[in-house]
């Protein structure tokens, strides 16, 4: 239906374990799609790479945000305490006419080692940029 197989996808009520080694039960389903990482950064392109992997086709867009919840998550890790990132008119126009909720997490340079001492854990993942949906 979206043109392309998903990078991480589950059914709801699929069970988990923490990185504490806690079993937990997912209360929606979900599917995800990961962009390639870029250095330095380029949330235009990335969000461009996810969608033409997926289908262009309004309708399927149309029908799957009536039924669930549409977001592309991105997490934007800075190297310095002011940055800028840009998305171009292409690009929103693109999220919009498929009824794509943008969601941005930025971290600091501070935030950026503690995560990443935290994913080296084991068990621990990086999910990187993806773009997910869940039943409503």
Known sequence: MLGCAPTKAWLKGHVEVSMSGRDFVKKAGGWLLHASDTEPENLDGQVSELLTKLTSDLRIWSALAQRFQVDLFCGWFMEGSNEGVSISTATMRALGERGIELSLDIYGPDSKSEL???????GAQDDGLAAGGQAA
């Open 116 to 122: 990443e001492s935290v994913s080296a854990q084991p």
